[in-house]
């Protein structure tokens, strides 16, 4: 996520807005936000502690808040919203797009929705009440009702002056989808053809049907899945009877594709994706305390295994010196295999059709790298222990973890997916628990065997 | 990443394809294979071990071969192509859009590349070496020369006439741009707009010109964060003269954002975005033992910190059994900081201006979570090796942890960002580096001066 360029733009317009605020003259500060878009807002509003954002949020065009606030996470956007009146918001959210709406929807009082729905005519607060009605995550929930739909027995010339009749068409429109009388989905015609064609063509001879609507249940990943195998800007979302009940653009795609990413890299470390920067330490202690406390479960299982070789210990404690090597190493050579599948698993590449042969080829790059590794590591044992018994108990104990991180990265992540557990965010700890643990019992047993006896 | 529906999609294409190629027939699976975009295809034979990725790939339709070897990975484009002999290359890559083409240059052979600048027009080879000319991950490589262009002081009947002689429009084309006689960029008109207004209505009534072109040289992470802070599907790119070049599209923008994505979950483990699930064993260990010596590197530092405890040790061994815990927790602490705050970087949230707060806020939340982690491992230790003494000193050697974790998760990345080594791939190594040698340090100090003396 490392971004130069991202990072110096926001960060020139973080530093000029500290100095502005720190004159304490706000026209400056008023000037310069209202020249960012809405996303730029937003994201700026994340970069600031707590006091001056409050600050800042108050000096936004009430015209953007609305905006503002579907583009910030979870966390800041309820801190923002805890600080504006129930007559402010629904100003600031009243205009918004019906699926910017039903996207937020959650985060406002109640109190909010019912005045909005109020403010809406009959035909606006019927396509919110049913976008709501899907479960988020799925198409219904992301598509918006907003579409324009054309017949398919009339011609270019007819849907042109409709069109100029209409006026302006909604953000990303490149397709007008054709319904039957009862509105179900039969195809789209793209805008490029429309203004490409002699305005006597008829409108069926357009018509491209090849690829059928999004089902309204589709979950939101397989929307996004979809819109990047076919490089859509826009999709129709349909009932199980094929009835159009609107469109998803590209724009909505490409925040999910985000979020997922943040979902990931942030769920590994056992964070939640909507963690503020600035959270208060109490919400922070609370996000982090129970993914400490599961890691803090696998390392006391990993001392009890220890615990059981006390007496070994006792007798050499070399063993004590080395033993963190050879579970840290098998730790990230577990961490890489499994970051593999867990890509895997995500485009649909592994299956039960190729594990076993992922497994063959993972098993012998591990005893590729556990002989590398492992001599390197006894070699080094020897020169400061002086024992090539010693070395040997490493170098071994090296190639069996290595083997066991292995079979952990192939075998667990498709074991949790099976079991319906999430392996980009449970794997690391039980990769990790499984080498830690393998680590110390095979390196200390060894040494019993061969050091003691 | 984990994603139940592509999952299932992909994951029953598979089971499809590997069944029929067990039959041996190969009717079955050309038709099935022929059924899918070039995405899919691309998507399904980097699933495919080599032997039967080399059988699916001489069924492939040639007319599709060109868009699935830009849909692979680099890994296993090469591997792809190192199966076709020049002709076939020739033919598959002839007919891509010039930036397609300009995106896999890299990996065809010079005399392919020769024989295909040869096979085109001069406007298009022109075109092709302009592209290639400019650096790789710049918005200059990743335009499309083929855009729609018309002038400011004509009408729309005009534009429509024009259209509809010069045919299909470039994909993607949601906005003509408007240019001077020199060719420099003026503005946009869209294609909404075009078919909303009366013919009469001149251009210059319509042009959008509050958004300015993109300069070539700018990165493409900068272009991503563009296209989704303004909703963009296409955008202008210019030179210094302000003269058009071409034109970015969205689909190359998801292409990068997915990109970056992979580049940080892989980089974190040490591991190249473009490597191949079934890659050679030998090119795997390649790419993997690197980093596996690094972390071996810190693995040695952190044991020669234990080394220096080794009378203590001997006189009581519990330390042995039970230091892997404050050095493992201490990583994961860290490691969540660090998420957090290399996302505050990609993001540019974090900087000079707010580091100072960051630094205090987590300082206070790993004093909380260490109390409250190391009063849980304090009591453990007292029932299991019954001495408070020993308690008192594994609770105190995990606050510590816990602070010097913080230090590290929000000091660190902001140091490799000013070193430009990228935090998102070299953080983890060296926050746990920290904690766990101060984590062996702090705890195997307090107990040498409290347990010893």
């Given at each position: 996520m490392a971004d130069a360029s991202r990072h110096d733009r926001t960060a020139r317009q973080l530093r000029l807005l500290s100095d502005a605020l720190d004159t304490g003259r706000l026209g400056p500060v008023r000037r310069l936000i209202n020249t960012l878009s809405p996303a730029e807002i937003a994201n700026l509003l994340e970069s600031l502690p707590t006091p001056k954002r409050s600050l800042v949020w108050g000096l936004v065009d009430p015209e953007d808040d609305g905006e503002v606030l579907v583009h910030v996470g979870e966390d800041v956007r309820e801190s923002l919203i805890a600080e504006m009146d129930a007559d402010e918001l629904v100003a600031a959210v009243e205009d918004l797009d019906i699926d910017d709406l039903a996207d937020i929807a959650e985060d406002l009082p109640d109190q909010v929705i019912a005045e909005v729905l109020r403010s809406m005519d009959r035909e606006n607060r019927d396509r919110l009440e049913q976008v709501l009605s899907f479960p988020e995550g799925s198409a219904g929930r992301l598509m918006n009702p907003d579409v324009v739909t054309v017949r398919a027995d009339t011609t270019v010339d007819v849907v042109l002056r409709y069109l100029r009749l209409r006026g302006e068409l909604p953000d990303h429109t490149d397709y007008l989808f054709v319904v039957s009388r009862r509105h179900q989905y039969l195809g789209r015609v793209s805008l490029s053809s429309l203004l490409t064609h002699?305005?006597?063509?008829?409108?069926n001879e357009l018509i491209d049907d090849e690829q059928s609507a999004i089902p309204a249940g589709t979950s939101e990943r397989e929307v996004a899945n979809q819109f990047s195998d076919h490089d859509w800007v826009s999709a129709p979302v349909v009932d199980e009877s094929n009835i159009l009940l609107g469109r998803i653009t590209i724009d909505d795609v490409v925040d999910i594709i985000r979020e997922q990413a943040e979902h990931q890299a942030l769920g590994a470390a056992?964070?939640?994706?909507?963690?503020?920067?600035?959270?208060p330490v109490k919400r922070a202690v609370r996000g982090r305390v129970v993914w400490l406390g599961i890691n803090l479960f696998t390392a006391f299982l990993a001392a009890s295994v220890i615990g059981q070789f006390e007496v070994t210990l006792q007798k050499i404690v070399a063993l004590a010196v080395l033993m963190p090597i050879v579970a840290g190493i098998g730790g990230n050579a577990a961490v890489q295999v499994l970051t593999l599948m867990v890509r895997g698993l995500a485009l649909g590449q592994v299956g039960a059709s190729n594990a076993r042969i992922l497994l063959w080829k993972e098993i012998r790059v591990a005893l590729i790298n556990g002989l590398l590794i492992g001599g390197i590591v006894g070699v080094v044992a020897f020169v400061w222990f002086g024992s090539a018994m010693m070395s040997l108990v490493i170098a071994m104990a090296l190639v069996l973890n290595f083997c066991a991180a292995a079979a952990a990265g192939v075998l667990l992540p498709l074991t949790l997916k099976r079991m319906n557990i999430d392996p980009a965010v449970a794997g690391t700890v039980v990769v990790t628990a499984v080498t830690d643990i393998m680590g110390f019992f095979v390196f200390l047993g060894l040494a019993t065997v061969i050091l003691l006896h």
């Amino acid at each position: 996520m490392a971004d130069a360029s991202r990072h110096d733009r926001t960060a020139r317009q973080l530093r000029l807005l500290s100095d502005a605020l720190d004159t304490g003259r706000l026209g400056p500060v008023r000037r310069l936000i209202n020249t960012l878009s809405p996303a730029e807002i937003a994201n700026l509003l994340e970069s600031l502690p707590t006091p001056k954002r409050s600050l800042v949020w108050g000096l936004v065009d009430p015209e953007d808040d609305g905006e503002v606030l579907v583009h910030v996470g979870e966390d800041v956007r309820e801190s923002l919203i805890a600080e504006m009146d129930a007559d402010e918001l629904v100003a600031a959210v009243e205009d918004l797009d019906i699926d910017d709406l039903a996207d937020i929807a959650e985060d406002l009082p109640d109190q909010v929705i019912a005045e909005v729905l109020r403010s809406m005519d009959r035909e606006n607060r019927d396509r919110l009440e049913q976008v709501l009605s899907f479960p988020e995550g799925s198409a219904g929930r992301l598509m918006n009702p907003d579409v324009v739909t054309v017949r398919a027995d009339t011609t270019v010339d007819v849907v042109l002056r409709y069109l100029r009749l209409r006026g302006e068409l909604p953000d990303h429109t490149d397709y007008l989808f054709v319904v039957s009388r009862r509105h179900q989905y039969l195809g789209r015609v793209s805008l490029s053809s429309l203004l490409t064609h002699e305005t006597s063509t008829p409108i069926n001879e357009l018509i491209d049907d090849e690829q059928s609507a999004i089902p309204a249940g589709t979950s939101e990943r397989e929307v996004a899945n979809q819109f990047s195998d076919h490089d859509w800007v826009s999709a129709p979302v349909v009932d199980e009877s094929n009835i159009l009940l609107g469109r998803i653009t590209i724009d909505d795609v490409v925040d999910i594709i985000r979020e997922q990413a943040e979902h990931q890299a942030l769920g590994a470390a056992g964070l939640d994706e909507d963690e503020d920067l600035f959270s208060p330490v109490k919400r922070a202690v609370r996000g982090r305390v129970v993914w400490l406390g599961i890691n803090l479960f696998t390392a006391f299982l990993a001392a009890s295994v220890i615990g059981q070789f006390e007496v070994t210990l006792q007798k050499i404690v070399a063993l004590a010196v080395l033993m963190p090597i050879v579970a840290g190493i098998g730790g990230n050579a577990a961490v890489q295999v499994l970051t593999l599948m867990v890509r895997g698993l995500a485009l649909g590449q592994v299956g039960a059709s190729n594990a076993r042969i992922l497994l063959w080829k993972e098993i012998r790059v591990a005893l590729i790298n556990g002989l590398l590794i492992g001599g390197i590591v006894g070699v080094v044992a020897f020169v400061w222990f002086g024992s090539a018994m010693m070395s040997l108990v490493i170098a071994m104990a090296l190639v069996l973890n290595f083997c066991a991180a292995a079979a952990a990265g192939v075998l667990l992540p498709l074991t949790l997916k099976r079991m319906n557990i999430d392996p980009a965010v449970a794997g690391t700890v039980v990769v990790t628990a499984v080498t830690d643990i393998m680590g110390f019992f095979v390196f200390l047993g060894l040494a019993t065997v061969i050091l003691l006896h």
